[in-house]
């Protein structure tokens, strides 16, 4: 920080304490004042003293909120939601956590349109991005499930207006 008035430290205290801001002390206790009991930080990112959202209980169990808890197939494909986990016969599919949660948006009600504006607000909560980034994790979930080789086809697009997944599920 810049010292202001190095010639005045008269004038230094006096802006200071004028300021209206406690001193760090006085700070330190407002940390650990009774209206932040409400708020708590997760043991395991290793943070002391962080606050976290009453609205995110759901999301410390590892899964985005709404996922299904069963078990969804599809083709090859098997998507275990509570081990965030997809699945080609026995072996893992490398798949981004991004497109894991589109894939898990679009399971959840297959055969129907799911808005790019939906999508967005769900695999992203709280940011604001643009139709391109959706567009990226789209392609890398397309890439994953092979969609389009083989005549395998899983996830259509309504230009301008989102996703589909056409595949039957059990």
């Not at 410390?60 to 275990?80: I, N, Q």
């Not at 949660?101 to 504006?117: D, S």
């Not at 959706?134 to 259509?156: E, K, M, P, Y």
């Amino acid at each position: 920080m810049r010292n202001n008035f190095p010639k005045y430290p008269a004038r230094r205290r006096n802006a200071i304490a004028g300021s209206g801001t406690p001193a760090p002390a006085k700070r330190l206790q407002l940390i650990r004042a009774p209206v932040l009991e409400g708020f708590n930080s997760h043991s395991s990112f290793g943070v002391r003293g962080s606050a976290q959202s009453l609205d995110t209980d759901q999301l410390k169990a590892g899964k985005p909120a709404g996922t299904p808890a069963r078990e969804v197939s599809f083709g090859p494909f098997r998507l275990l939601p509570a081990q965030l986990l997809l699945l080609e016969g026995d072996k893992p599919v490398p798949l981004g956590s991004r497109a894991l949660h589109i894939l898990m948006v679009l399971l959840e009600r297959p055969g129907e349109l799911v808005t790019m504006q939906e999508l967005m607000a769900r695999v992203w909560p709280n940011l604001c991005v643009e139709p391109p980034t959706l567009t990226v994790h789209i392609s890398a979930l397309r890439r994953a499930l092979r969609d389009g080789r083989d005549g395998n086809r899983f996830i259509i697009n309504i230009r301008g207006r989102g996703y589909c997944f056409v595949t039957p599920t059990s």
